[in-house]
């Protein structure tokens, strides 16, 4: 147990109300395996900077005999691993943060695993951090995960990087074996827009160049791998760039204060400097910059303030503050790239939130340019993507906001998808640019309205969207609503989902990304002809929830009914009027929903139809009924 | 004099004003759950700063174990009032008429029907959908993964697998009807970036932090403070007064005491650096094997 007799062994101690005045932050990321060494590394770096506890390293000792690798002596990679089933497994899995300080410096480490289907959490770690510690073994050198680390980090904007050329002991301290790994790195990251790149030869298990100085390695003359880190100045350009502050929360404590409290993204601010809310383009002067502390005369990134203007303009949670003479891009179409972190695949055109900044606005991705292999960072075309996927996309919005590239700006070019049915974080993107359609495409305001235009109908415009199975009876029962509508003298139009399918969309087949995109276009169809002012009975078997929920959204909450058509599979199955079901049990058709693609049953339906107890004029009657009968008033 | 520009501490502060202002803007109904200690004292200060010159948008809940420290109790009272803001107090009516105490039922029962259990029934009773808490990532092994939005289920749950990633500053606070968070503003500070925070800020705390002549009894290696007249000694064991003082605090017949001379905040910071214990190391409730606080996470312990 020599090592824990070590680890009491205390620093001097300074005056520690002194020591907080100068100490900064530093926030970095490790990146490398078990088999790398880089919880012995982290270990390492907590232990000699005393940071670890004795009742801490008696745990450890403990566990050390249980579940140890390194035979009598207390393993420190056990000082880090946190959820039970992980520990068990003997590999983390998630991002894990670690602390520990020295006089002239506090560190923040993310700590995330190297294994290939961890990018999702590479990615969160790197998102925070200024700074990576890429690690190798000195015995195998640069291997594949090398390089997708170094380009990860790249991707995620961190600019200054520690290559810490580990188990340097069991390359008998190899000078040569250090430059050459040392060389190939710097070589092959040259274009990856590194500002510092540091190569330090370390062994973690016994501290060679992580705190102290190796003895055994007099051909090195760099900083300790603690050294650089204390040292090396990332403070990035953020409060160079142009001013910017993502409105967060109005503070209005009574009606003679009117404040907009943030953390400014970027740049700095005064009193009577002028600014600009991006989206909207009106301006004012800033008046006060307030805080609990005191009215500031200046104030930067990364400060939290609440800021008063000179005259009242409209502003709200979400808006971009920036200086008028450097405006942000306000677009509602961008080019970016997105690391995919669902277990769900993406699909094209399926409406998710975007939160960018402290706006959440809805949109889709709409294309995939390619996706890129983190391997060999080779680009290819796909149509989805899977977990841990890295893409080049094309983003379209349901409405502008304001950004920058995220080369220029981490905090106003980034952004998050969300999941809209499982509220689930699925994708990290970073914004390259606007697309030039989206600033060149102006919607035109159009003076005959829908209203006006059912009105002139004698009706309301109405979109009836009926959904089931393959065989449920949707067709059937919309044919009938139909007829007896038009009877009525209404104004319809059915779309059916297998005649849309020889014309408008016949080029779409039966994945999960067609299927998607066949319910965008029907979606945006039956908007049109609602705007022209009619009834539109749409029957699809429409099976994700999410596109359904979107064309809601499309079409507008007041002028839409869900209709379940609900019929169990094996009454459909036992149906077969087209004979498919047949045919898909026998393997002949493929993505048959159902059978062998899924279908999701609506959760509140406006109405929902159990054909096995209802018949067929009783089903079209209660959908004629729920479309006219709404309680509103259809004499207009 | 308060924390200066550029410095460590400032970074803190503003991260958790940030997070602070983020649940109060993306949340219905959000709480503090206030315990009364050190770093209770700390967010709540934090809550002052971020929403200046308004009050914080939320009121605070303290779930009252029924065994906190007197001094505890007056201060949180005392804190309130001179805040000026709401304070509810909520206690596991249940475990009370159950006569739930921690001496005759265990450390483990009192604190999962008294504090888990009460804690789950005051957010449900409220309705709150955001509650943040004062837990801090270095604290304990489990917590050093948890989200800074740490997602729940309907029934209070924590399940690691449904936790969201966090990327950047772009928390995700999309909760369905039922389901709720815990924000914790604090997690990337320290036990050492808590003191330094206060000393320079001059945060009122609990007087129990500062050594002072207490009656305590030794038990089981710990130093149990008699606060009132429900301890009742063992035959072996006696009342005697020594100058100690608390690292942390919670019910007092599960909280050890320290020997400590440290009567000033720069004694602590200097006792803490030389320190060779975690704060943790204090309390009961952790000992029982390494893996022990995950457990109690996921039955909704905080």
Known sequence: MNAVSQAVAARPVADPLVAQETKSLLRFLTCGSVDDGKSTLIGRLLYDTKLVFEDQLAAVARDSRKFGTTGEEVDLALLLDGLEAEREQGITIDVAYRFFTTERRKFIVADTPGHEQYTRNMATGASTSDLAVILVDARVGLVTQTRRHAFLVSLLGIRHVVLAVNKIDLVDFSAEVFERIAGEFRAFTKDFGFESVEAVPVSARFGDNVCSRSTRTPWYDGPTLLEHLEAVEVRTHAAAAPFRMSVQWVNRPDLDFRGFSGTIASGRIRPGDAVVVAKSGTSARVARIVTWDGDLDEAEAGEAVTITLDREIDVSRGDVLADPRARPAVADRFAARLVWMAEEPLLPGRSYLIKCGTRTVAGSVMTIRAEIDVNSFVERPADTLALNAVARVEVALGEAIAFDPYAENRETGAFILIDRLTNATVAAGMIDHALRRATNVHAQALDVTREARAAQKGQRAKVVWFTGLSGSGKSTIANRVEAALHAQGRHTFLLDGDNIRHGLNKDLGFSDADRVENIRRVGEVARLMADAGLIVLVSFISPFRAERAMARETIGAGEFLEIFVDTPLEVCETRDVKGLYAKARAGAIPNFTGISSPYEPPEDPDLRLDTAATSLEAAAEAVVAAILGGGEDWSI | ?302
């Open chain 2, 1 to 302: 004099m308060p924390v200066a520009r550029h410095t460590h501490l400032k970074a803190l502060e503003a991260e958790s004003i940030r997070i602070l202002r983020e649940v109060a803007a993306e949340f219905r109904n959000p709480v503090m759950l206030y315990s009364v200690g050190k770093d209770s004292a700390v967010m709540l200060h934090l809550a002052m700063k971020a929403f200046h010159p308004s009050k914080p948008p939320f009121p605070l809940l303290h779930v009252d174990t029924g065994w906190k420290f007197r001094e505890m109790i007056a201060f949180r009272d005392a804190t309130a009032r001179r805040l000026g803001l709401e304070l509810l107090v909520h206690v596991n009516e249940d475990g009370v008429k159950a006569g739930i105490s921690p001496f005759t039922h265990g450390s483990a029962t009192h604190t999962h029907v008294m504090k888990t259990e009460g804690l789950k029934q005051a957010l449900t009773k409220y309705g709150f959908d955001a509650a943040f808490g004062g837990a801090r990532r270095d604290e304990e092994k489990s917590r050093a993964k948890e989200r800074i939005f740490s997602f729940r289920t309907a029934s209070h749950g924590w399940d690691p697998k449904t936790q969201r990633p966090e990327l950047w500053n772009l928390w995700n606070a999309r909760v369905a009807p039922g389901e709720s968070i815990r924000a914790f503003p604090l997690s990337n500070w320290t036990e050492l970036d808590i003191w330094q925070y206060i000393a320079a800020e001059e945060i009122p705390i609990v007087p129990l932090y500062f050594a002072a002549e207490r009656p305590v009894v030794e038990r089981g290696g710990m130093l149990i403070m008699a606060d009132d007249d429900r301890l009742e000694l063992r035959p072996d064991e006696r009342i005697e007064t020594r100058l100690v003082r608390f690292r942390t605090l919670g019910c007092w017949p599960l909280t050890g005491a320290i020997e400590s001379e440290a009567t000033t905040l720069p004694d602590i910071l200097r006792e803490m650096l030389i320190a060779r214990t975690s704060e943790r190391q204090g309390r009961l409730i952790d000992h029982d094997d390494s893996g022990s606080m995950e457990k109690k996470k996921r039955e909704g312990y905080f």
